[in-house]
């Protein structure tokens, strides 16, 4: 074949792959999501990664850091698949040990996945095998791939041995590079090609209808929350400015920032959840999901913040939770001495670290069971999660949970500790500028200057605004429904023409002020002033 034989090679493996992934996918439908190659091997990929790796991604795609790493694993698996397909235009043996190694991968990563049995590695086995069938018909099969520029050509007069390229002058054209390939294998070939292509989208996204179908947004929507014994204070009337590109002051569900471990969002049946409480306790407990919603539940308005949110980043928003209160789980399962730590553990095995002491000092740390006035959403840790004021997410806010284990700090750490994260983290006073924006070029005069600033489980008390470096002045907080919130705050400037740089800090209720120092979020937020440069026209 000509010298474009290398690139068909290269299609042959990526079709044949392409058709492994389809048939992994039908059979993950079957085996559970988490069991699917490219999944489990994102899984892997996500808990193995190293630290800084992890936070450009967070740093560059934000919640779209899971798309990008499965799109990213679909193009390295891309990219092997065709070094597969040219290594079997020399050599099918080699190629078709390379789909056993693709397999072999797949099928040991889903082995690491929390809960995982011998049923998950059928999808990565099944997949290959089709694969491998795929290669042949490509390569050795009716397809038939020509080897050639792979292997010499035969001289003239050479006997003909099967496999190898025709002799000069032969069938296939006349001697030397310019040598044609025939065109009716060419059709045949990508006729083949698109075939097997169509066939492998269809059973790839036959498989992800199918993994949906299993879902639980049917459990979820058959679900009737209990009246909370003790509701959430109202909100008070101008605690949301509505001012233009501010972000407002309760985040719907839909809006709401996710950032966590799982490729794949858990579905968790409640007829079959169970929540254990066990550890260092005189009295351990497992609880059904009806047991919970059966207990008093309390609502109240909690801010959440990721320890990855840059300063003035997004990864915050306020909600109304509905739960039950861990103070009182914890007050009958009785923690032994020494039991500074409750590790939360998700049902894909993810862990995070709370300090005991947190948890029953009276603030509202709750076991959550709806958000906004509704189930939890699935991507938000239906049917129960954590919310624990005044902690960043990655040592409280556990999704889809189903373990309380009580231990000691000195005995565990939790999933992001040896990972260079701190084992505790309460979160840092911080403030942010949404109004106006860098983009924007506002007109001479008065310009509403507004945003946000959360010091949870403590409080905001002052916020102030300054312009190029010059005296502070102090904004105006909006009312706010507790401490447990961020609040809106707005300051008038009177904007003269010109390039300017507006920065803001807060002070938090026990007079402590955000420092201006930089600092990176690992290992327990950022810190420093958010500034905003615009020109004022």
């Not at 690491?112 to 011998?118: I, N």
């Not at 079959?272 to 309390?298: C, E, F, K």
Request: glycine letters at 12%; proline letters at 9%.
């Amino acid at each position: 074949m000509s010298s474009t034989t290398p690139r068909f090679a290269a299609l042959a493996g990526i079709a044949a792959a392409a058709t492994a992934i389809g048939t992994a996918e039908v059979v993950a439908a079957l085996t559970g999501p988490r069991s699917s190659p490219l999944v489990a091997v994102g899984g892997l990929v996500v808990d193995t990664a190293p630290e800084p790796v992890k936070r450009f991604g967070i740093e560059v795609f934000g919640t779209y850091d899971k798309i990008a790493l499965l799109v990213g694993t679909a193009l390295l698996l891309g990219g092997f698949a065709a070094l597969i397909g040219m290594l079997a235009a020399r050599r099918l043996t080699v190629g078709l040990a390379g789909i056993v190694v693709f397999g072999g991968i797949g099928a040991a990563a889903a082995l690491t996945r929390a809960g995982a049995d011998a049923a998950d590695v059928l999808p990565s086995l099944l997949g290959a095998a089709v694969g491998g069938v795929a290669l042949w018909a490509f390569v050795a099969g009716p397809l038939e791939l020509d080897p050639w520029p792979w292997s010499p050509p035969t001289p003239a007069g050479s006997p003909s041995v099967p496999g190898s390229p025709p002799a000069a002058g032969g069938p296939s054209g006349p001697a030397g590079p310019g040598r044609g390939v025939d065109p009716d294998s060419r059709r045949r070939f990508l006729t083949g090609v698109g075939t097997v292509l169509g066939v492998a989208a269809v059973g790839g996204v036959a498989g992800r209808w199918l993994a949906g179908r299993q879902g639980v947004s049917a459990a979820r929507e058959a679900i009737t929350l209990p009246a909370p014994v003790s509701a959430a204070p109202p909100v008070p009337a101008g605690a949301d400015l509505a001012q233009p590109g501010l972000a407002s002051y309760v985040t719907s569900n839909r809006g709401f920032y996710r950032i966590d471990t799982a490729l794949v969002v858990p579905q968790v049946d409640p007829a079959t959840w169970q929540l254990r409480i066990h550890g260092r306790v005189r009295n351990p407990v497992t609880l059904s999901y009806a047991d919970l919603l059966a207990r008093p539940m309390v609502e109240r308005y909690v801010t959440l913040a990721c320890v990855s949110n840059e300063v003035g980043g997004d990864l915050i928003g306020n909600a109304r939770w509905l739960g039950v209160p861990i103070r009182d789980l914890l007050d009958e399962v009785g923690p032994l001495d020494g039991a500074d730590q409750v590790v939360g553990r998700s049902v894909d095995g993810w862990t995070c670290g709370t300090p005991t002491a947190a948890l029953r000092d009276g603030r509202d740390a709750l076991l959550a069971v709806g958000m906004n006035g509704e189930p939890l959403p699935v991507q938000h840790g239906f049917p129960v999660r954590m919310v624990v004021p005044g902690l960043y997410g990655y040592v409280s806010a556990c999704k889809w949970i189903t373990e309380l284990e009580l231990t000691s700090f000195a005995d565990f750490d939790a999933y992001w500790v040896p990972r260079g994260w701190s084992a505790q983290g309460p979160i840092k006073t911080q403030s942010r500028i949404d109004t106006p924006r860098p983009r924007n070029r506002p007109a001479a005069g008065p310009v509403t200057v507004a945003g946000v600033a959360w010091a949870q489980h403590r409080g905001i008390d002052r916020v102030e605004v300054r312009v190029d470096e010059g005296p502070w002045q102090q904004a105006q907080l909006a009312p706010t429904v507790s401490v447990d919130t961020w609040v809106q705050w707005s300051w008038q400037w009177p904007a003269t023409p010109g390039e300017h740089t507006l920065q803001v800090r807060a002070t938090d209720s026990t007079g402590e002020t955000q420092t201006a120092q930089r600092q990176d979020v690992a290992p327990d937020g950022a810190t420093g002033w958010h500034s905003v440069t615009l020109t004022v026209t």
